[in-house]
């Protein structure tokens, strides 16, 4: 199965400022999601990127608070920006394993925390 | 739209006794379901999946779950808990499997006392 890493894995930011998350496989996948994961509560999708396309973006999510990149088969970024304490979550990425039918693998996540 | 509803927030059972974890789901087409486990302080991890093939679906650590179409139910189920299944579990549809978007459900804490 895929092997995902995800950079940071935990920060502690000051409000009104960005973070960039970073999410690594070590093999060429199609999809690629991002999630948010609240303090509590269960998981939602942010947006679904795919490689040399604009990322789509759920209900309730822009891009302008949460611009995404995609520049290979392997790499993609999230960006929190203007954070607010409402953004402190976890924010996990996924893909779609071309080699495993029909399942998505997590990254270990990122624990956002912000003052 | 797809959705899937977790009818217990909580449950607890006794090392060495049956687990059962219940989940419905919604979903205009044939879904795919899953069911994924989170320990503490750790990522997802795919317990099993269904995707239109056998309905008694048998997946990793002894668990298993049942596709039942007329009670649109996927529920969790072992036969005997361990203390390291403790941990919060996430019943999953998606209507593309894989490929597509995973709608989770609101999760089941499972506490295993010895």
């Known amino acids: 199965s895929a092997v995902i890493s995800q950079k940071p894995s935990r920060d502690i930011c000051q409000r009104g400022t960005s973070l960039t998350i970073q999410c690594q496989v070590d093999s060429q996948v199609t999809m690629m999601f991002w999630y948010r994961q609240q303090p509590g509560q269960s998981l939602t999708l942010i947006a679904t990127a795919n490689q040399g396309s604009e990322a789509t973006y759920e209900s309730g999510f822009v891009i302008d608070k949460f611009p995404i990149s995609r520049p290979n088969l392997t790499f993609s970024t999230l960006t929190v920006s203007n954070m607010s304490p409402e953004d402190s979550s976890i924010y996990l990425c996924?893909?779609?394993?071309?080699?495993?039918?029909?399942?998505?693998?997590f990254g270990p996540g990122t624990r956002l925390t912000v003052l | 739209a797809q959705s899937v509803t977790q009818l217990d927030s909580h449950v607890s059972v006794s090392e060495g006794t049956p687990v059962l974890l219940r989940c419905n789901y919604s979903?205009?087409?044939?879904?795919?379901l899953f069911w994924y486990v989170q320990h503490p302080n750790k990522g997802l991890q795919l317990l099993l999946k269904y995707t239109s093939a056998a309905t008694l679906v048998k997946g990793i650590n002894g668990f298993e779950a049942e596709f039942k179409k007329s009670e649109t139910s996927f529920h969790l189920t072992k036969p005997s808990a361990h203390m390291s299944d403790a941990a919060e579990y996430f019943c999953?549809?998606?209507?593309?499997?894989?490929?597509?978007?995973?709608?989770f459900g609101t999760g089941t804490r499972l506490q295993v006392f010895p």
């Open positions: 979903s205009s087409y044939s879904p795919s």
């Open positions: 996924s893909v779609d394993d071309p080699r495993q039918y029909n399942e998505q693998f």
């Open positions: 999953v549809v998606s209507e593309r499997g894989g490929t597509d978007k995973l709608i």
